[in-house]
């Protein structure tokens, strides 16, 4: 079993650079820009984001992302999907950096702390939007196996009821391919955190994600 797990851990350091994992990043930081100071407390928002990721990834990709992966349909849409993303990601970095830039020179000063509270259905919506998208990216993870050994050996041990061995491997592996939401985590989750270091993230992020979208046509 713990070789089964250094297996899947190093599957997921390299799975980690999926392009849906840097989009979902970006997402994260405007769900939690969104919800922070309005309505939902910032640790129980970036907590159900990151449980919607995780068992999106984890049901979605070795079941049925394996069926609609085979699905031309599917792929074509996905695709589509993609580059809109890429496309409003970059414009958003652009806008981060443009942000970082004006308040780094002092020309826009940054808000003041507690903001006007949102109505709970406004919430709510937000809430709700980013999760969906959270899931669809999860799906999506599921063009970009780099490792499709993980996929293979645990589709097949689900396949002969070895569940008490297949769960532990795909936890491992999603929960490490996700290092790189953990790593984002981390950060803006540094209390008194610089709105300009904000910006300036939250620009590398977007930045990044753009770029790995568009590497998926490559």
């Not at 089964?4 to 849906?20: E, T, Y």
């Not at 990601?89 to 000063?109: A, P």
């Not at 929960?175 to 300009?196: E, G, H, Q, T, Y």
């Amino acid at each position: 079993m713990s070789d089964i797990l250094l297996i899947a851990c190093g599957a997921g350091l390299k799975d980690g650079l999926n392009p849906c994992v840097f989009m979902t990043c970006a997402i994260f930081i405007i769900h939690g820009l969104w919800l922070k100071d309005r309505f939902a407390s910032p640790a129980g928002s970036r907590c159900a984001f990151a449980l919607a990721y995780f068992l999106g990834a984890l049901f979605f990709n070795f079941f049925f992302g394996q069926v609609l992966i085979l699905n031309k349909t599917f792929i074509f849409a996905a695709q589509i999907l993609y580059f809109v993303l890429s496309l409003l990601t970059f414009v958003l970095g652009i806008l981060f950096l443009k942000d970082w830039f004006l308040i780094y020179r002092g020309v826009v000063q940054p808000q003041p702390q507690g903001q006007k509270k949102m109505t709970l259905v406004t919430a709510v919506g937000v809430w709700v939007a980013t999760i969906i998208l959270a899931v669809i990216l999860s799906a999506l993870s599921t063009l970009w196996p780099i490792d499709k050994y993980i996929l293979l050996l645990g589709n097949l041990l689900i396949g002969r009821g070895q569940w008490d061995t297949a769960l532990p491997l795909l936890t491992a592996y999603i929960a490490v391919s996700m290092w790189p939401l953990w790593l984002v985590w981390a950060f803006v989750s540094i209390k008194n955190l610089r709105l300009s270091w904000l910006k300036i993230v939250g620009a590398a992020v977007f930045l990044t994600a753009s770029t790995c979208m568009v590497l998926i046509f490559k």
